[in-house]
């Protein structure tokens, strides 16, 4: 499950226009701010430092440390940046084992980051098994193939100040390196080679969610986004009812939520909590928290956040209960339900649909492009 609460988390787009030469090489920060680290390879593999030297070592793995402004191997003294890489086989940084080459420089805060450096389509296969799951369809993984490399040329070059393009956690997309890759992953990418999605020549923002309960939901009531684009605005999905948390509850002490609220608001023992208005999607649009020091209104979604968006899955509230010291909640769906629904995409994908009919399902009126690489 944890693949998939990964990417109940918001990807943040900027909107670039589309661009057919991307570069086909791609810099990912997979360990940042290390005073140390263990490389090695599947093969013999070699690190060579910033003046040329060069040490030939066999299968297995080495310690690089960085102390009193040296970088040291043993006992010689490295120059950095240093290169690690093997001719015959994958390289090893900390226990994830990489395509491509490991590049180690120095940071602002002597210390040291290691950037994998290696095709951007491999990139990808460490990626799609990651964000999605290697148990669904080979066209819903192929429809999370085209986001994410959507997602990567668009925010190419987000972490350019620390010397690498995408970092590979949540707050971009996350990448497992070789270590990650199955079978039908890299089936997904190499059938999908080079497309992405784009709107009116631009990118399109392929923000995605674990499963949306019965309606995908327009930014407008999520993020307060004002100018929302047509093919983002919300549609209905019957393709994700038995989605794990399809419908869910859950049961908070009243002190808990009181205390969580209060970082925000000045808040007292709380009497109700009630959802108030309707989103398109069927989501509340804020929730009233009647207390002992008055009425709060709060937006639902922030009120999600706030409190624990674990528990809380959604802020498409079917009821919300009082009982005694407790507050039960039960609602539908899981994640900010924006852009397309993974649940739903497996399920289109069991149903027989191609990736192509899965993105033009969720992400309506958008077209899938081919870049090529320079
Ligand atoms: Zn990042
Ligand atoms: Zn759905």
Redo the contacts with the bound molecule.
Sequence with gaps: MKKIVLSVLVLFFASYVYCADVSQIIRVGVITDTPSVNVGGSASFSIIDNSGKRYNLSQGMTKLAYSGGQMLLGKNKLALPIRVESAKGLVYAGKTAYRGYILISKTANNKVNVVNILRFEDYLKGVVPKESSAKWPLETLKAQAVISRTYAIANMG??RAQGFD??D?T??QVFGGASAEVPIGNEAVVETAGEVLTYKDRYAQTVFHANCGGHTESPKYVWGWTDIPEYLEGVRCKYCSDAPYSAWETALDESFIRQKLSKTADIGEIQSISPSGQTPGGSAIDVIIKHSKGETIMNAYKFRLTIDAWRIKSNTFKGIKKQNDKFFFVGNGWGHKVGLCQWGARGMGLDGKNYAQILSYYYPKTKIEKVSYK
């Design positions: 987000k972490h995408l970092c956690g707050h971009c």
